[in-house]
């Protein structure tokens, strides 16, 4: 039995950022969302934010793809 890596490589690392960011940049705009709809502010400024969480859902989509392809590199070498 092998010991489990505590370590992880420069490439995993980067990979968790990217996917994080992105979830990041969701919640900070779902609060905005919620502040417009709390406060009675203009409607675009809720709709410019559920944009960006739109976007930011298909970056996190695209950075766990990364991270999947990295992790079958990884099981195959």
Known sequence: MQPTQD???PTTN???HDVRN???RISMQAE???LV???DMPREKAIAALDKILMACQDSSAALQKLAE???TDETS
């Open 7 to 9: 370590v992880q490589s």
């Open 14 to 16: 980067s990979l968790i």
């Open 22 to 24: 992105p979830l990041n």
């Open 32 to 34: 905005m969302v919620k």
């Open 37 to 39: 709809l709390e406060n």
């Open 70 to 72: 990295h992790a079958r």
